[in-house]
């Protein structure tokens, strides 16, 4: 089924700090008392600093067709079971080829390929992936490790390699996180969320965050059981504090691909919340004298 994904503001040139309608500050952004501007750059405190403008956020339509899941696909779907041979590997990728196929004749019979992607893994869709930026589709490629509960990277440290070597709209990554969960599960999550943001701030590269907030046995006690009166009741406040607690960690990603919500007021607190920093895209470097 093609997702659509909410379209958060575009983020674009802010000015310098302090201009325009105040936002909360995140915790890791340092905001200057006094500032001077200098031709280029601007003076904050010792020493002159260039003005770094990071635009966050996209604002656009943007319908995803999902098919990046690995393990439970290679075992449910085609009856795998890893590590696969090449015979095996290449049957898993020509039955993902099916499902891009029937995305192109999606977007041939009238989907606007700006606003039409596909979420698809590397190992199984690269050629996907490339075939569909060269034919002006949206990309996006997984950058999360398959059948974990915690978030590594695919590919270890080598995961900016890869999303260069792919060069998809988004990088995208998969995390489920629950703020009343394990604390040291989150710090270590939150880490690697801090490196894989950080790394698409510097390289210009789009960040997608799908957040999955899965209940903890003690918040089902909660509930007598029921799944949906956690997703009703609980589910929505929990995905506003771990999102808060991200932002506070320096992890910003340009869309948030969030679980379903029940309530039209919490989709908008939610909205909000994915909002809240975007006044504050402009940062300082500085300059090396």
Not at 36 to 54: A, E, I, L
Not at 81 to 97: F, G, I, N
Request: hydrophobic letters at 40%; aromatic letters at 8%.
């Amino acid at each position: 089924m093609i997702e659509p994904v909410t379209p958060l503001p575009p983020g674009g040139r802010r000015g310098f700090a302090g201009q325009g309608r105040r936002t909360e500050r995140p915790a890791h952004a340092k905001a200057p008392s006094e500032l001077r501007v200098r031709g280029g750059g601007c003076c904050v405190g010792r020493g002159t600093w260039d003005v770094v403008t990071m635009s966050l956020g996209y604002n656009r339509p943007l319908y995803l067709l999902p098919f990046d899941r690995r393990y439970s696909y290679i075992t449910d779907m085609c009856h795998f079971t890893p590590p696969l041979d090449a015979e095996q590997h290449a049957a898993v990728a020509d039955s993902k080829r099916v499902i891009y196929d029937g995305f192109l004749e999606a977007v041939e019979s009238g989907l606007p390929r700006d606003r039409a992607g596909i979420l698809v893994d590397e190992e199984f869709g690269a050629e996907l992936l490339r075939d569909a930026a060269r034919v002006g589709c949206v990309t996006a490629v997984s950058t999360e490790s398959s059948g974990s509960d915690e978030f590594e990277f695919e590919y270890g440290a080598a995961f900016a390699q890869h999303i260069a070597a792919v060069a998809p709209t988004f990088a995208k990554v998969l995390v489920r996180y629950n703020p009343e969960g394990d604390a040291a599960l989150n710090r270590r999550q939150t880490a690697r969320l801090k490196q894989l943001s950080d790394y698409c701030r510097g390289a210009s590269q789009p960040f997608m965050f799908e957040l999955l907030v899965p209940a903890t046995p003690a918040q089902l006690d909660r509930v007598q059981g029921q799944n949906a009166a956690y997703d009703l009741r609980l589910r929505p406040e929990l995905m506003l504090a771990t999102i808060r607690t991200l932002q506070d960690a320096g992890v910003e990603p340009d869309v948030w691909k969030i679980e379903g919500l029940d309530r039209a007021e919490d989709c908008e607190r939610i909205v909000g919340v994915a909002r809240r920093y975007r006044e504050w895209a402009t940062i300082f470097e500085q300059r090396q004298p």
